[in-house]
């Protein structure tokens, strides 16, 4: 049941919001330039690598070892803004149809993360990767690593298609408010660390 409504949701909300991709896109063009869209490898269920889709928000810079500066140093006003407003999210939507995500789920970091995780947060990745999640309506990126684990695990053993469908209503309300979109201090969120608290 959840995959269908994962791919019915998902179809129906790329088509309807087609118009406000392409806006975006265009956009993105003509603030930052080419690619409009930012791909990444991230771990799926089980930690299987896939491609996330998602729209660019930072300006390419780089620092004289040839290597990417902090998010704070290239992320535009403009990026930002995308960034509140979940519009860079949208093409995930297209990982949701091809199956590598779900609407609902704990959200795909970095694969340099696996390793680091404890066995009790590496059960994260029992489940597919979400658009949103448990962890983005109680804090998003305003809570510690160790909390927003703790979330996602907590998501894992509780789910159910009530909880995903109040997640959904409760990421609209927080979208709307702007709400956790950094955490203190930073422009998206500390790297993690691997310590038990960051």
């Given at each position: 049941?959840?995959?269908?409504?994962?791919?019915?949701?998902?179809?129906?909300?790329?088509?309807?919001?087609?118009?406000?991709?392409?806006?975006?896109?265009?956009?993105?063009?003509?603030?930052?330039?080419?690619?409009?869209?930012?791909?990444?490898?991230?771990?799926?269920?089980?930690?299987?690598?896939?491609?996330?889709?998602?729209?660019?928000?930072?300006?390419?810079?780089?620092?004289?070892?040839?290597?990417?500066?902090?998010?704070?140093?290239?992320?535009?006003?403009?990026?930002?803004?995308?960034?509140?407003?979940?519009?860079?999210?949208?093409?995930?939507?297209?990982?949701?149809?091809?199956?590598?995500?779900?609407?609902?789920?704990?959200?795909?970091?970095?694969m340099q993360y696996l390793p680091l995780y404890s066995a009790e947060q590496a059960r994260r990745h029992a489940v597919?990767?979400?658009?949103?999640?448990?962890?983005?309506?109680?804090?998003?990126?305003?809570?510690?690593?160790?909390q927003k684990f703790a979330l996602d695990v907590w998501y894992v053993d509780n789910r159910s298609f009530a909880l995903?469908?109040?997640?959904?209503?409760?990421?609209?309300?927080?979208?709307l408010v702007r709400d956790g979109i950094s955490a203190d201090g930073e422009a998206t969120m500390p790297p993690f660390?691997?310590?038990?608290?960051?």
């Open positions: 049941m959840k995959r269908a409504f994962d791919v019915v949701v998902a179809s129906v909300a790329l088509v309807v919001l087609s118009p406000v991709l392409l806006v975006v896109a265009v956009l993105i063009r003509r603030k930052l330039g080419s690619p409009v869209f930012f791909s990444q490898v991230r771990p799926g269920r089980g930690g299987r690598p896939f491609r996330m889709v998602k729209f660019r928000t930072m300006r390419d810079a780089i620092d004289r070892d040839g290597q990417p500066l902090p998010d704070a140093a290239r992320l535009t006003a403009f990026g930002a803004k995308l960034r509140a407003t979940s519009l860079d999210e949208l093409p995930e939507l297209w990982n949701v149809v091809r199956g590598d995500m779900s609407l609902v789920g704990p959200r795909p970091l970095l597919r990767p979400g658009v949103t999640g448990w962890a983005q309506v109680n804090g998003r990126n305003a809570i510690s690593w160790s995903d469908l109040r997640i959904l209503w409760l990421t609209v309300r927080k979208v660390s691997g310590a038990p608290d960051q």
